[in-house]
T-cell receptor, first 117, second 112 residues
Framework: GAVVSQHPSRVICKSGTSVKIECRSLDFQATTMFWYRQFPKKSLMLMATSNEGSKATYEQGVEKDKFLINHASLTLSTLTVTSAHPEDSSFYIC?????????????FGPGTRLTVL | KQEVTQIPAALSVPEGENLVLNCSFTDSAIYNLQWFRQDPGKGLTSLLLIQSSQREQTSGRLNASLDKSSGRSTLYIAASQPGDSATYLCAVRKGGSEKLVFGKGTKLTVNP
């Protein structure tokens, strides 16, 4: 299957700082990538859909000024958590849609564990 | 609003046992349903994807069924092994949408 990577895998930061997470499709071009958030013992929740060359589409309740998404190329999308606070601590996972075909399956990255002190 | 429920939340079985994980969804107008595996602190690995027109999919020891009209899917794992220990997630996708709606998962422990 298609490979999606994330960097960093784990990050610890101080409250008030900003953190950038990268999501890359390694062996295919992804016009659409997705950012999810996962709290312990909770479902993965879609935060936003990232489209190459255009603005991201955010799900209801997700602050777009808090979670900045940039999809500058066909293989890279970034999520920046601005002015992070302890409640932003979570597991962030991206996925990328393989273009073409009728299935449009999403492949997921390994996730990034963010801890805000 | 689509809601996905997975039962049980946790399951512990001895090695070699066959087992069934359950997934139910409230809106039957789905495009497809997908089963994933997630190891602790890791991302998701896709196991099986069933299109709405299909009844089941098989991969090795795994078999997933779909009854769209009743809003149910099952994941059958045959001859379970300790390496199968993980959290299994079910997700549905609505037609005309890219959005996946996930259940909370079933944490499976296979004891040697």
């Amino acid at each position: 299957g298609a490979v999606v990577s994330q960097h960093p895998s784990r990050v610890i930061c101080k409250s008030g700082t900003s953190v950038k997470i990268e999501c890359r499709s390694l062996d295919f071009q992804a016009t659409t990538m997705f950012w999810y958030r996962q709290f312990p013992k909770k479902s993965l929740m879609l935060m936003a859909t990232s489209n190459e060359g255009s603005k991201a589409t955010y799900e209801q309740g997700v602050e777009k000024d808090k979670f900045l998404i940039n999809h500058a190329s066909l293989t890279l999308s970034t999520l920046t958590v601005t002015s992070a606070h302890p409640e932003d601590s979570s597991f962030y996972i991206c996925s990328a849609r393989v273009p073409g075909g009728w299935v449009n399956e999403q492949f997921f990255g390994p996730g990034t564990r963010l801890t805000v002190l | 609003k689509q809601e996905v429920t997975q039962i049980p939340a946790a399951l512990s079985v001895p090695e070699g046992e066959n087992l069934v994980l359950n997934c139910s969804f409230t809106d039957s107008a789905i495009y497809n349903l997908q089963w994933f595996r997630q190891d602790p602190g890791k991302g998701l690995t896709s196991l099986l994807l069933i299109q709405s027109s299909q009844r089941e999919q098989t991969s090795g020891r795994l078999n997933a069924s779909l009854d769209k009209s009743s809003g149910r899917s099952t994941l059958y794992i045959a001859a379970s092994q300790p390496g199968d220990s993980a959290t299994y997630l079910c997700a549905v996708r609505k037609g005309g949408s890219e959005k996946l709606v996930f259940g909370k998962g079933t944490k499976l422990t296979v004891n040697p």
